[in-house]
């Protein structure tokens, strides 16, 4: 079945990086965009960055262009997000997510916590 693994998330100060991977099995991932998505205590689930089946194309929310980069291997079935200079408001659960056929397939998210 399908399975989307999320890691690399804990906690860093403010102007930190963290990279946060999710392995995916159960479906050809080489072939399927991918996308993340977080959500801050108390707030609605967000996207954050996508990438398409090839990598070749990249979609960024204006709140994390210019500092996180979303990347795949899909000789691993893997998909990135190196997150750079974060900020507190970067806060959240990181989830890795696709849809296919109008069905959406979630990870169980990694926590991110950017604090002093």
């Known amino acids: 079945q399908v399975q989307l693994v999320e890691s690399g998330g804990g906690l860093v100060q403010p102007g930190g990086s963290l990279r946060l991977s999710c392995v995916a099995s159960g479906f050809t991932f080489s072939s399927t965009g991918m996308n993340w998505y977080r959500q801050a205590p108390g707030k609605e689930r967000e996207f954050v960055a996508s990438?398409?089946?090839?990598?070749?194309?990249?979609n960024y929310a204006d709140s994390v262009k210019g500092r996180f980069t979303i990347s795949r291997d899909n000789a691993k079935n893997t998909m990135s997000l190196q997150m750079n200079s974060l900020k507190s408001e970067d806060t959240g659960r990181y989830f890795c997510?696709?849809?296919?056929?109008?069905?959406?397939?979630w990870g169980q998210g990694t926590q991110v916590i950017v604090s002093s």
């Open positions: 990438i398409f089946s090839r990598g070749d194309r990249r």
């Open positions: 997510h696709f849809q296919l056929d109008a069905t959406d397939y």
